[in-house]
């Protein structure tokens, strides 16, 4: 069985004993708060547990490396919702020790793409277009950095009111203590 049936067979005897019942909540977040954090497999439950978050408590967004990379993409446009259509207040931009983007190398994985059966003359193309693909897989240099430029963004973005807290954390995927880099309490 292919992972997608193994899916829907699951899937299906969950919606027959009515398990979702127990994650029943409204899209307005509870606490009022938006989490932007890594798509690390290591964060999937150990963040929100950390942070005493529950189903329902807060939106969370997910990237590589939890990074805000530019001002009208698709994590500042979710944001920009969340605040305005859906009532948050306060955002968490987290970053985590150990990240894949720590350690990432755009030229290898530019290879992996075109090992992959990607024509090396789409990547030209893309390149020739103004895309710099090296510059877009970018490897953070430094974890609390990269989430302080994040926190910047938004705190800054023309869109997004003053009376919107934006914090820094990074968090260790091992033991999920929380370390603050910036606290949008007390400005920066």
């Known amino acids: 069985m292919d992972y997608l049936q193994e899916v ?22 509870n606490k009022k708060l938006i989490v932007l954090s890594c798509m690390d497999t290591r964060l999937t439950d150990l963040l929100p547990r950390a942070m005493n978050l529950k189903n329902g408590d807060a939106k ?25 259509d859906l009532g948050a207040d306060e955002i968490c931009v987290i970053g985590h020790h150990g990240c ?17 059966g990607i024509p090396r ?19 953070i240099e430094s974890i609390p950095e990269s989430v302080r430029k994040s926190v910047q963004m938004i705190r800054n973005h023309p869109l997004i009111p003053a009376w919107v807290r934006v914090h820094g ?20």
């Open 121 to 139: 003359q789409v990547i030209d193309t893309l390149e020739y277009a103004g895309i710099d693909l090296n510059a877009w897989l970018q490897r």
């Open 60 to 84: 969370f967004i997910k990237n590589a490396g939890a990074v805000v990379s530019h001002p009208f993409g698709s994590i500042m446009r979710s944001i920009v919702v969340a605040v305005f």
């Open 169 to 188: 954390l990074v968090i260790d995927p091992e033991t999920g203590k929380l370390e603050v880099v910036v606290n949008g309490n007390e400005g920066e």
């Open 8 to 29: 829907l067979a699951f899937n299906d005897q969950f919606v027959r004993n009515r398990e979702f019942e127990q994650y029943k909540t409204s899209k307005f977040p």
């Open 100 to 116: 894949g983007m720590n350690s990432i190398n755009p030229d290898e994985t530019i290879k992996k793409i075109t090992d992959s």
